[in-house]
């Protein structure tokens, strides 16, 4: 599979600034990778499609999620939708396989039993370089010591941060936290 290719569809799909985003998301996937064991290359894949769907109107997300499997309750919240839609269209392009898929599929909201992988593109997502916000430098450095534990501080931070906002939280991502929380004691 051609990366260039990837890349440039994706470009085709995001804003300049979003795009940068990825990118971000890549390097620091690719070098996750390399610590933790994974194969860089299907890191990058995951991280160059992540968020190829981020850009679409809720419209067009919630009329491309009657032609695809979503998983349970991902419908009711639109913010939600990018990654599974996101995922179907991996696979659908580029024969991507199952594990990048679900990488891609639940990197904004984890699951209960993650792979390697998908902790990382998930991580990478919250970490890149161009991302701001208090707390992050401490959620880099955990990265490279534990997986478990900085996903553990990053979903926390995100559902603290929803809570501020009073917006809806997405049951697995509190499966998901707990589970890490158990893991980490
Ligand atoms: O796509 P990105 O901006 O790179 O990052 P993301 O995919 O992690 O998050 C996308 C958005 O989804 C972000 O604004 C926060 C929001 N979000 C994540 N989990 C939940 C959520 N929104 C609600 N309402 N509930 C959640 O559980
Ligand atoms: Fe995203
Ligand atoms: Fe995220
Ligand atoms: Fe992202």
């Known amino acids: 599979m051609k990366e260039e290719e990837i890349r ?7 804003s300049p600034a979003r795009f940068a985003h ?6 620091t996937a690719a070098q996750l990778a390399e610590r933790y064991g994974v194969d860089p290359a299907r890191a990058r894949t995951a991280a160059w ?3 190829l769907a981020r850009e679409w109107s809720v419209e067009r997300l919630k009329h ?13 919240i639109p913010a939600l939708l990018h990654g599974p839609i996101a ?18 599929r639940f990197h904004t909201t984890g699951r209960v039993g993650m792979s390697t992988l998908e902790k990382i593109i998930c991580l ?3 970490i890149e370089p161009g991302r701001a916000y208090p707390g992050v430098e401490e959620l880099r450095a955990a990265a490279q010591k534990s997986l478990d534990l900085a996903l553990l ?11 501020d906002r009073q917006q809806p939280i997405f ?11 158990e893991k980490t004691r």
Request: hydrophobic share 50%; net charge negative.
């Open 124 to 126: 990478a997502d919250a």
């Open 8 to 14: 440039e569809r994706v470009r085709q799909e995001l």
């Open 64 to 76: 491309a999620a009657e032609n695809i499997e979503i998983p349970s309750g991902f419908g009711l």
């Open 153 to 163: 501080k990053s979903f926390d931070a995100t559902l603290r941060y929803l809570i």
């Open 87 to 104: 995922a179907s269209f991996a696979v659908e392009w580029y024969g991507v396989d199952e594990d990048v898929a679900n990488a891609i």
């Open 171 to 181: 049951t697995l991502t509190v499966m998901a936290r707990n589970e890490f929380l």
């Open 49 to 51: 499609l992540h968020d």
């Open 22 to 27: 990825v990118e971000g998301v890549v390097q």
